[in-house]
């Protein structure tokens, strides 16, 4: 495990900030400690800097996963990012902690949220067509934010606000009004989908 | 076109071709018996598979008829037998419920499995054998009474029988209850209620010894030939009832058993039976006989053929219980919470669309975990910013469980040794939004050398799985002595590493719960007890308020008392997987040794460990006294006293 080179934190940044525009800062500085990336075996994690002395100290050929893998490095150094980053890079939907007593050190989205600032609503027909691995098409757009770019990253959500995974738009928004039934709105990058039909490359 | 239909030629429907057929063979065997006295008044003739309530009917007739056969009848059937010659095999197969259980199985009682027997007969079909039969029959016609006078003393005279015998049961039965109802001089005022009651209790007599070697040889079923090989399988019914008879003759041995037959004849029949009905392999039904009660592991053995209620613990990082009751109900899903004592769990009854692949299910919601992985965690009780290991944690249920009671703060270290197993760990925890867990790969016994310090740790030992059998029925039959012997080896090491590498001196902590899905003695309370002999750490209340207690004892084992605060789970009682946990508080960093002096590092709270001092009464207070002193200075010389003590009254079992 070591830390990222100069090159690849600025790969990985730049992947991110195309979901999370400039709000990367806030997935670096918590209000519940500093975290940081390491790489380990071409993958990159996400860990906390507290979690990062225990993942230390184990040994690395041991070591499987240190914290939240946020993606990896294919063979030609650039930066694939995977389903599993999901968590931090959409806050959850509707509130789902409840009414917990006294303070407690909210859980990660409930505060500082890199809020994603493009999001796609998908109709409930084609949750699962997303889910298998497919790409978004009109008829299942339901909801899409205003004046998204072309090419823009987005992460898809259900109707019921919950979030799915990663696309592109492959529309901007005033496009996506025109364009027929049948055409791709969204491209596929990363489904939750993956975590039963991929579940072994995961890590 | 196609046949007319032709109404006037319709074939009657009614009870069927077959009840006709049945009919037809009442009235054949009327010719032979008198009218009245027929056993057979119920259309249930060979080829219906005989029933429990047909066995008290058909014993209580059988019994009426028995007694005509034996002491009037015998040569009116066997001559009607011969007679009717070896030509109609069917009729006289029929009235050979009398002849043939009075010559081949030394009874006259006709009860289902003389049914059978006269099914296979019919399908042996021979014709020399029926010859056979009957010869043996005329000869042995006499035999009946002098065993008959022989069972009236009770005896079980059954070797001149043996070579006849099928080894039925059933004609041990009859014999039985035909000495039974001989031995009572009531011959035909025996009304059928009293028959009735003597019918199950009193007739189950054991095979010989000669018998349960054809069994063995010629498996369970119903012929009368010994000598050749069966036509079909172990007849399961048959091995059934004579479970249940066997039972209940064990359940009021007194009463019931047979004369010079002891308890352990009865106790190995049912074993075999029991083996032989439910799949087990020998071994591992004497090891259940030992752990349960005989009615107990009919229960048990019965759960274990059905599968437990499917269930799924709410992942309360991302929502609520409540939420998510409502989503998969809207998704058309049955489920209900799963009890008073989970406020995460819920329990699936019923789903339109597979739990394990819902939109909830892939945003990680829930997570798919059996009832009784729930209980580890809950005894563990991880507290908030505290550092936790997961010994052996595939797939993950645990580990993620315990990240969400400690809301993702603090740290678990989730470790096991097979990486494979590893990658669903990995998923899991990523799909559940588990932050604050380090995944690694090392064998357990490595731990405290690679990662010490813990506050709590969790050992889910790898184990025999004798708990999960509804989930694994292999385990039936493919674990032996040697495969629990390893394991529990494994066990031992695993638990001392654990506990090695937990950190007696945290404030929060210094727990370790060691929990296994078998409910073998040697993995589990054997297990603690040496735990609790090789280190310092002493059983605390689970916190779990039902659950059988772990034992005390057990067989020629003496366990430590407070063996008592572990829980056991079974199948039957809970309606979860076979489930065994133990709690330990350590009190001390240091590593009891014979030899060697203890570390310094002794931050045992000031409640004296009593639990692991075993001595008698007086000693044990003298000595608790001189060890609360000496914890403030050095305890080194008490402790040294104790533990050569301790060596020498209790020699360290392995």
Redesign the interface.
């Known amino acids: 495990m070591r830390p990222l080179t100069e090159a690849e934190t600025r790969a990985v940044f730049e992947k991110l900030s195309k979901y999370i525009g400039e709000n990367i800062q806030l997935l670096v500085d918590r209000p519940?400690g500093t975290y940081c990336f390491r790489l380990h075996r071409d993958r990159v994690y996400y860990?906390?800097e507290?979690?990062l002395k225990?993942?230390a100290?184990?040994?690395r050929?041991?070591?499987?996963?240190?914290?939240?893998?946020f993606g990896k490095f294919t063979k030609s150094q650039k930066f694939r990012l995977s389903v599993?980053a999901l968590?931090f890079l959409a806050p959850?939907a509707?509130v789902?902690?409840?009414p917990r007593a006294g303070p407690?050190?909210a859980?990660?989205p409930l505060t500082a949220l890199p809020l994603s600032q493009y999001k796609v609503w998908v109709k409930p027909g084609s949750?699962q067509s997303f889910?298998y691995g497919n790409h978004v098409l009109k008829s299942g757009l339901g909801r899409i934010t205003e004046n998204t770019a072309q090419y823009q990253g987005v992460v898809v959500y259900?109707m019921?606000d919950?979030?799915?995974g990663f696309g592109v738009a492959a529309k901007s928004t005033q496009e996506c009004r025109k364009v027929d039934p049948l055409a791709i709105v969204v491209f596929h990058q990363a489904d939750?989908?993956e975590?039963?039909r991929n579940?072994?490359t995961?890590? | 076109m196609g046949r007319k239909l032709d109404p006037t030629k319709k074939e009657k429907r009614g009870p069927g071709r077959k009840a006709r057929k049945q009919r037809g063979a009442e009235v054949e065997l009327a010719h032979f018996l008198p009218p009245g006295k027929c056993g057979l008044d119920r259309p249930a003739a060979a080829p219906r598979r005989p029933r429990p309530s047909d066995r008290r009917v058909s014993s209580r007739r059988a019994g009426d008829r028995q007694e005509e056969a034996l002491q009037s009848r015998q040569e009116e059937v066997s001559g009607a037998v011969q007679r009717a010659g070896w030509l109609t095999p069917a009729k006289t197969k029929k009235t050979q419920p009398k002849g043939n259980h009075v010559e081949l199985s030394s009874d006259g009682e006709v009860e289902e499995g003389s049914w059978e027997m006269e099914e296979e007969e019919e399908e042996d079909g021979s014709s020399e054998e029926m010859v056979d039969d009957y010869g043996a029959s005329s000869s042995e016609e006499e035999e009946p009474l002098p065993i008959e006078k022989a069972a009236l003393k009770q005896k079980p005279d059954r070797e001149g029988l043996s070579e006849d015998d099928s080894e039925e049961e059933e004609e041990e039965e009859e014999e039985a209850e035909e000495a039974s109802n001989q031995k009572m001089g009531q011959k035909e005022e025996e009304g059928p209620d009293l028959q009735l009651n003597l019918d199950i209790d009193e007739q189950f007599k054991l095979p010989t010894s000669e018998e349960i070697e054809k069994e063995d040889i010629l498996f369970i079923c119903g012929i009368h030939k010994p000598l050749f090989p069966p036509a079909e399988p172990p007849d399961l019914h048959v091995i059934h009832q004579r479970i249940q008879g066997n039972l209940e003759v064990l359940q009021d041995f007194g009463v019931k058993r047979e004369e010079g037959r002891s308890r352990q004849e009865y106790l190995a029949l049912l074993r075999r039976d029991m083996a032989a009905y439910y799949s087990y392999s020998d071994f591992l039904l004497t090891k259940l006989m030992d752990i349960f009660p005989l009615p107990e592991l009919v229960n048990f053995l019965e759960a274990n053929e059905v599968p437990r209620p499917v269930t799924i613990r709410t992942n309360?990082?991302?929502?609520?219980r409540r939420?998510l009751a409502q989503?998969l109900i809207n998704r058309g899903v049955n489920l209900d919470p799963l009890g008073k004592w989970s406020k995460t769990g819920l329990v699936i009854y019923d789903s339109t669309v597979p739990i394990?692949?819902t939109?909830?299910y892939?945003?990680?919601?829930y997570m798919l975990q059996g009832a009784s992985s729930l209980l580890p965690v809950m005894a563990l009780a991880p507290q908030?910013n505290e550092?936790i290991l997961d010994m052996c944690c595939a797939p993950g249920g645990k580990t993620s469980y315990i990240a969400q009671l400690m809301?993702?703060?603090g740290?678990i270290?989730a470790n096991d040794s097979s990486?494979e197993r590893?990658?669903?760990?990995?998923?899991n925890?990523?799909?559940l939004?588990v932050?604050?867990?380090?995944?690694?790969?090392?064998d357990g016994r490595q731990f405290p050398k690679?990662?010490g310090g813990f506050d709590r740790v969790l050992l889910d030992a790898p184990c025999s799985g004798t708990g999960v059998i509804s989930k694994d029925p292999a385990v039936k039959t493919n674990k032996d002595e040697r495969d629990i012997l390893r394991c529990a080896h494994l066990q031992k090491e695993l638990i001392l590493s654990a506990i090695d590498s937990v950190n007696a001196a945290s404030e929060t902590g210094g727990y370790i719960v060691y929990c296994t899905c078998s409910i073998m003695v040697e993995e589990n309370e054997w297990v603690v007890d040496y735990a609790l002999k090789k280190r310092n750490v002493r059983l605390v209340a689970t916190g779990l308020d039902f659950g059988k207690e772990g034992f005390t004892r057990f067989k020629d084992r003496r366990f430590h008392p407070s063996l008592k605060c572990t829980r056991r789970f079974y199948p039957h009682t809970h309606n979860m997987d076979g489930f065994f946990i133990a709690k330990f508080k350590k009190f001390s960093n240091a590593i009891p040794q014979a030899q060697k002096e203890p570390a310094l590092e002794a931050a045992a709270p000031s409640a004296v460990p009593d639990t692991i001092i075993t001595e008698p009464p007086p000693k044990k207070t003298k000595l608790e006294g001189s060890k609360a002193e000496e914890k403030q200075k050095l305890p080194k010389p008490a402790l040294k006293k104790k533990r050569s003590l301790q060596a020498q009254r209790r020699p360290l079992k392995a």
């Open positions: 519940d860990l906390s507290k979690l225990l993942a100290s184990v040994p050929e041991s070591l499987v996963a240190p914290g939240t893998c599993t968590d959850y509707k789902g902690h409840g407690m050190p859980p990660w949750e889910l259900s019921a919950v979030p799915l939750v989908g975590y039963v579940e072994d995961l890590t | 309360t990082l991302k929502t609520r939420d989503a394990g692949a939109p909830e892939l945003a990680g919601h908030e550092r809301k993702n703060t740290m270290l990486a590893l990658r669903s760990v990995v998923g925890l990523h799909r939004g932050t604050n867990a380090v995944v690694s790969n090392c690679v990662l």
